[in-house]
């Protein structure tokens, strides 16, 4: 006698049937969405004085319409415009280049030691870095390699000639770089850390049994096993690829001057709260998103043609 199956498929619930069964878990993610829409979403709405002759004594609803007037500086060339554009660019090119692949390269490293306890140690160490505020890691940097720092008196001691670091405005957005690489590679390395793990171990017993040396075994097991988490992040990252520093920045402008260290960023603060040009500022913010956002759908799409997940599924 043929017994009927105990399993039955599943029937679609109907949207009013979920919310019903799901009652407890959405009340209980109902303080964290208003958090997200006060904070996130209701400070979209501010964007509409990109159109606008805003006057903060009048409000917005109170100010005057300006149509297109306030990205006149984007679309006409402004040459302050242009500079803080330049400079935002170099820099996305080296934190592209430089940044990104380091907590990868940092987290193969960590990997390859076999002692667990000194990976703990290490990790612990450089994840440190990490939790210092901007003001601190450049008071550092500049006891380190300012004109009176420790590099400097270690040369002048030996009769050496100094060297111009701090202040040097050839050299500030490689000290900028080389900033962020040391306050953050340590804590980017966590995700990647988590990806390593998850690699069957099995794999490279068996590339190990079939002869494959550690650097095959990275490039044909390691970096597959990466590649996912590598791309989704590479995606994320050209989001903000146009962020690239504010409190790092506007804390060294003074001493480089704003020729080399004007950004985007300090561009719609210097504009905006301290000029008062608040429309200017707000467009240019608004353009900056909306270039972020086009990044982010094409690139997601390109890693669609390629057969990855990217940020979300097709």
């Known amino acids: 006698m043929l017994?009927?199956?105990?399993?039955?498929?599943?029937?679609?619930?109907?949207?009013?049937?979920?919310?019903?069964?799901?009652?407890?878990?959405?009340?209980?993610?109902?303080?964290?969405?208003?958090?997200?829409?006060?904070?996130?979403?209701?400070?979209?709405?501010?964007?509409?004085?990109?159109?606008?002759?805003?006057?903060?004594?009048?409000?917005?609803?109170?100010?005057?319409?300006?149509?297109?007037?306030?990205?006149?500086?984007?679309?006409?060339?402004?040459?302050?415009?242009?500079?803080?554009?330049?400079?935002t660019l170099i820099l996305t090119s080296l934190q592209s280049i430089f940044v990104f692949p380091a907590p990868i390269l940092l987290a193969l490293l960590l990997n390859s030691l076999f002692s667990e306890r000194?990976?703990?140690?290490?990790?612990?160490?450089?994840?440190?870095?990490?939790?210092?505020?901007?003001?601190?890691?450049?008071?550092?940097?500049?006891?380190?390699?300012?004109?009176?720092?420790?590099?400097?008196?270690?040369?002048?001691?030996?009769?050496?000639?100094?060297?111009?670091?701090?202040?040097?405005?050839?050299?500030?957005?490689?000290?900028?770089?080389?900033?962020?690489?040391?306050?953050?590679?340590?804590?980017a390395t966590i995700l990647f850390l988590a990806a390593l793990s998850q690699i069957d171990s099995q794999l490279y017993e068996a590339a190990s049994v079939d002869g494959a040396s550690r650097m095959k075994q990275l490039w044909h097991v390691t970096l597959p096993g990466l590649r996912g988490i590598i791309i989704l992040l590479f995606i994320l990252r050209l989001g903000d690829s146009l962020t690239v520093g504010f409190e790092q920045i506007i804390l060294q402008q003074q001493a480089v001057g704003r020729d080399v260290s004007e950004v985007l960023d300090t561009y719609v603060y210097n504009n905006g709260v301290l000029g008062g040009a608040w429309g200017v500022a707000a467009a240019v913010g608004l353009v900056k998103g909306i270039v972020g956002v086009i990044l982010v759908l094409t690139a997601n799409k390109v890693a669609h043609m390629f057969g990855e997940q990217g940020v979300y599924q097709r």
Request: glycine share 10%; hydrophobic share 45%.
């Open 118 to 187: 000194i990976k703990r140690i290490a990790q612990s160490i450089l994840y440190l870095p990490h939790f210092m505020s901007w003001v601190i890691v450049v008071a550092l940097f500049q006891q380190m390699l300012g004109g009176s720092g420790l590099l400097n008196n270690y040369l002048r001691s030996h009769d050496l000639t100094t060297i111009d670091i701090i202040g040097n405005s050839e050299l500030f957005h490689v000290l900028l770089t080389s900033q962020i690489i040391w306050k953050d590679t340590g804590w």
């Open 3 to 87: 017994q009927r199956s105990s399993t039955r498929p599943q029937q679609q619930l109907s949207l009013g049937r979920r919310l019903l069964r799901d009652r407890v878990l959405l009340l209980f993610a109902l303080p964290g969405i208003g958090l997200i829409v006060l904070f996130h979403y209701v400070p979209l709405l501010g964007n509409v004085i990109a159109f606008k002759d805003y006057q903060p004594f009048l409000g917005i609803g109170g100010s005057d319409w300006s149509g297109w007037a306030n990205f006149s500086v984007i679309f006409n060339g402004d040459p302050a415009f242009l500079r803080a554009l330049k400079n």
